[in-house]
């Protein structure tokens, strides 16, 4: 620790001097940063309406001594000869994505994934009460047509029954007639030998 008075102050001095200059070469930081990514999503017209600022902040950083006039020169010819080069086409910008629109896009697709799996899913249920029913019908169709057959069966036993009930009715009323049949001729046969006998 320095026991002068004006050692005291010079370090005083010398912290603030050394945050305004941080705060400084931290605004040409972010403001080149910011004219960057303007050129990486190409927006050209927002970063030419840009570079006249950039400039000025870039010529203040030397005016406080932070970089050297030199080196500003370079950052000044650097950053606009990239604007001109991607404006004419001779430089070519794969887009870059802020974290804004990465996340907006990773919550689409998140979304859109979602959206597949349910629909999935409720084909996946409709395709399983279409099985189910299916089946239902089916077995119904075979109930019903194994209670057809049997209807038509229990027909066929009924129509076979009458059959031979009146074919054995048409049996038992023939076999009396034939028996009387010869009964009567039998008596006329009797009644035509007596009465020769009679004269």
Excluded: W, Y
């Excluded at 030419?48 to 932070?66: Q, T």
């Excluded at 009567?184 to 009644?191: D, L, M, W």
């Amino acid at each position: 620790m320095p026991n002068i008075k004006s050692a005291k102050k010079r370090v005083l001095v010398t912290e603030k001097k050394a945050l305004e200059n941080k705060a400084m070469r931290t605004r040409m930081r972010n403001s080149i940063k910011k004219f960057n990514d303007c050129i990486d999503t190409l927006k050209l017209d927002e970063a030419e309406k840009m570079l006249p600022g950039l400039m000025s902040v870039i010529d203040e950083a030397v005016a406080s001594g932070i970089i050297h006039k030199n080196n500003a020169a370079n950052k000044k010819s650097r950053l606009s000869a990239r604007l001109d080069g991607v404006k004419s086409g001779k430089i070519v910008v794969n887009i870059k994505k802020d974290n804004k629109t990465i996340a907006a896009e990773k919550a689409q697709a998140a979304r859109e994934k979602a959206e597949a799996a349910r629909a999935e899913n409720l084909r996946k249920i409709q395709e399983r009460t279409a099985a189910k029913e299916a089946e239902k019908k089916a077995k119904e169709d075979a109930a019903a047509a194994e209670k057809k057959a049997k209807a038509d069966e229990k027909k066929a036993s009924v129509k076979t029954t009458k059959k031979t009930s009146t074919a054995t009715e048409k049996k038992t009323a023939d076999k009396p007639a034939a028996t009387k049949k010869p009964a009567a001729t039998k008596k006329t046969a009797a009644k035509k030998e007596e009465t020769p006998k009679a004269e």
